[in-house]
């Protein structure tokens, strides 16, 4: 028998209700994560990344979100613990950061308090020994002068310095899993480069699960062990992110991969882009949900949902065309 994954997410579905009705936002998402694996989630915006971020976390509000599936840390559901448990396992055994800095940052705290009231919260320490842990944690992420950076108030530091102190405040419990929301986004690009090394670093060192989510498929390439594709709050292609790059499956897929821009390629050559635009929650298509832009849909496609399904490779797609259309790309690349 094979170990149990790490972080198991399984059939989750995250539903808000809102004042014109109820809209789901997640529908039926699975994908699990290792120990000392990186997984990518990627997508148009409003494709429900975050939305299963925070519903793993459980960070939206349960007064008008419903969730149902499973979120399995080691074998125990999040979604059935209470809130005060959720409340110790948050930050502990799983930390999330966010792409601004700022929103897990206190602008009237210096570094070094907030870093260790988040370890005093979780471990039983005492207050000095929580300062020399935040001082650690800084030097871990490369921060200079780390026992002089404690002092310092967020404002004080550039916004790449920032983002390591909200990595060294998710890593002071030493959590189990890190889910990162877009965490370089807001960075220019050689900083972008050198977050993404020291997270690279670190998860190795600590032997964690990361889910990162990102817009960009560079970073993918770069720091992921596998990636997962949504669309319109589901899973639509997912793979180990060679075979992935190598042989992509979902039309989806190929046009995001084609809307990267090549540095080496043709540059003037106009970027594949998709088609049309992600409809509302509140308009989802009853058969493939990609349907209305996808070049290859026919009948099948706009009447019936299609499954995710093993398509051999270790990757898994939700098409219902995808052996077709793989054998008339390799009969024109036969041709050409
Ligand atoms: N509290 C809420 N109530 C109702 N709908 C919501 C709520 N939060 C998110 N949504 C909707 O859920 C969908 C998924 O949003 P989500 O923020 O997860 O997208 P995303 O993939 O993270 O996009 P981006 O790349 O722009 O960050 C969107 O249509 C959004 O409008
Ligand atoms: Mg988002």
């Known amino acids: 028998m094979s170990e149990q994954p790490l972080l198991e997410v399984k059939d989750l579905k995250t539903t808000f209700s809102t004042e014109t009705g109820s ?42 979100t419903k969730y149902g599936g499973k979120v399995l840390l080691e074998g125990e559901n999040l979604l059935k613990l209470s809130k005060e448990k959720m409340r110790d396992i948050r930050g502990n055994q799983i930390s999330m950061i966010f792409q601004d800095p700022m929103t897990s940052l206190n602008p009237l705290q210096t570094i070094g308090s907030q870093i260790a009231e988040a370890i005093i919260v979780h471990q039983k320490v005492k207050k ?30 550039s916004g790449g310095m920032r983002q390591r102190v909200v990595i ?25 480069a050198q977050i993404l090394d020291l997270m690279n670093d670190l998860k190795k060192e600590l032997d964690m699960g990361i889910m990162m989510i990102t817009h960009d498929l560079g970073v993918v390439a770069e720091v992921c062990q596998r990636v997962v594709v949504m669309y319109l709050g589901q899973v639509i292609e997912e793979g180990g992110v060679g075979e992935l790059f190598e042989r992509p499956l979902h039309p989806y897929t190929k ?33 493939c949900r990609f349907a209305p832009r996808c070049a290859f849909a026919d009948e099948t496609c706009t009447n019936k949902a299609p499954e995710l399904n093993d398509a051999g490779n270790g990757q898994k797609v939700r098409c219902w065309h995808f052996e077709k259309i793989l054998k008339e790309e390799e009969q024109h690349v036969a041709t050409v």
Do not use: W
Request: overall charge negative; hydrophobic content about 40%; glycine content about 8%.
């Open 23 to 64: 809209v789901t936002a997640v529908d039926g998402v699975s994908f699990s994560i290792d120990k000392g694996e990186t997984i990518g989630v990627v997508g148009e915006s409003g494709c429900g990344k975050s939305v299963t971020a925070e519903s793993i976390m459980r960070l939206l509000n349960e007064s008008s």
């Open 168 to 192: 060294a405040m998710a890593l002071a419990c030493q959590p189990k899993v890190i889910i990162a929301d877009e965490p370089t986004t807001a960075l220019d690009v050689t900083i972008q």
């Open 255 to 287: 046009g995001l991969l084609q809307s990267i821009p090549q540095l080496d390629g043709d540059r003037s050559k106009k970027l594949h882009v998709i088609t049309g635009v992600v409809p509302p929650l509140t308009a989802v298509p009853k058969g």
């Open 128 to 157: 000095a020994a929580a300062y020399q842990k935040a001082v650690e944690m800084l030097r871990l992420t490369g921060i200079p002068a780390p026992e002089k950076r404690v002092n310092e108030y967020p404002h004080e530091i």
